[in-house]
Each structure stands twice: as structure tokens, then as C-alpha cells.
């Protein structure tokens, strides 16, 4: 895994993004209704609070115990019930297809890009955007670049572009995405009229 990553603004949230495959995909699960920063803190309040990210005790909690461990303040995130069941129902797909090893969904036999997609779309809670934002995050900043993983990523795999969190390294990046972001709602509020 990459060895920094600017995605929180907080050293350790950042650096257990950065060391821990399945804080980086918990985080990307979040990343939806909130601000990214918010979002990948969320592994970290949920590794503090249960004293690390055991894909398998996730995926084996009581439900409504884990949803309590989501809500209790400051929330993992802003919708802590659905969000603990899908973060439930992440951890209980990447056992049951990966046998508790999240970095196998883009190591286990050797897949190109294409493949490495695939599995992430079928995970719960990963359409194909967000699956191709992802993939280009493992790409750009992760290290991870299976055969023609910049043609499955789609426009989130151009290099030097600034549409997702796949290219955010500093502040300016994260900037810039926020404007490319802002220009697209826009664009399509005008395509509307």
C-alpha cells in the first residue's frame, strides 16, 4: 500500500488509509452524502473504537451493535444505520469471496483491470462509479496497476485530472476537484433548462 495519503488531513486517519486495505475501501464506501474528509475518517473512529478493523469481527457483530458503534459521536458517518449495514455487508462479502483478505479483490489471481472492476462492482454498496473511482485510486496513489487498469477506470484513470477523490494529494488538488465537481453540477442544473 502507499506509504501517504492526503485524503483526511489527519496523520493517522491518512496513514491507516494508506496501510490498510480495508480502511481505504470502508472509507470509499463512505464516501457518498458527506464531504470526502468525513468519509475516510470514518475507518479510523471505527478502528478506535473497536480497538483495530477486523474484517471478521465486522462482518460477525450484531447488527444493531455495530449501527451503535457507527452512531456514537462524532458519527462515522451522517446516515450511521444505513451506513453500518452496509459497511456490515461489505465485510461479510469480502469474507465470503476473499476469505477476510481485502487486498485479494486486485491480487488474487493476477487480474487485469478489467477483472479488478468487476469485483468491485459486485461488492454491496459499489456501483460503477464508485468502483472506477476506486480503481483509479488504487492506480494512482496506491501502487496498484493491473493490465489496463487506466482504460477500466474510464475518465477517473486520466492522468493529470482532477475529477475524484483518485486525485487529490494536497490541497490544491482537492481544490481543483472541487471545482471540476462544482463546474459538473452546473453544467447539468443548465442541461436541465
Not at 494508506?18 to 473512529?45: H, R, S, Y
Not at 462515522?76 to 465485510?91: D, E, N, T, W, Y
Not at 469474507?95 to 477476510?100: H, P
Not at 479483490?105 to 469485483?119: F, M, N, Y
Request: net charge neutral.
Amino acid at each position: 500500500m502507499a506509504s501517504t495519503l492526503h485524503l483526511v488531513g489527519d496523520p493517522d486517519a491518512d496513514a491507516l488509509l494508506a496501510g490498510n486495505p480495508l480502511a481505504l475501501l470502508i472509507g470509499m464506501l463512505l464516501d457518498q452524502q458527506v464531504p470526502m474528509e468525513t468519509a475516510f475518517a470514518g475507518p479510523k473512529k471505527l478502528a478506535d473504537r473497536l480497538g483495530g478493523l477486523d474484517v471478521h469481527r465486522i462482518a460477525e457483530a450484531d447488527p444493531d451493535e455495530f449501527v451503535a458503534v457507527c452512531a456514537q459521536q462524532p458519527a462515522v458517518h451522517r446516515f450511521p444505520k444505513s451506513m453500518g449495514q452496509r459497511i456490515q455487508a461489505l465485510c461479510a462479502a469480502i469474507v465470503d469471496e476473499y476469505d477476510g483478505d481485502t487486498a485479494a479483490l486486485w491480487t488474487s489471481g493476477d487480474p487485469d483491470g478489467k477483472e479488478v472492476l468487476r469485483r468491485l462492482r459486485k461488492l454491496p454498496g459499489f456501483g460503477d462509479q464508485k468502483a472506477r473511482i476506486f480503481l483509479a485510486l488504487l492506480g494512482k496513489q496506491i501502487g496498484v496497476r493491473p493490465a489496463g487498469w487506466r482504460e477500466a477506470a474510464g475518465d477517473y484513470g486520466v492522468e493529470g485530472s482532477r475529477r475524484s477523490v483518485a486525485d487529490v494529494v494536497d490541497e490544491q488538488t482537492l481544490r481543483e476537484v472541487r471545482e471540476f465537481k462544482k463546474s459538473v453540477k452546473a453544467a447539468a442544473k443548465t442541461a436541465k433548462k
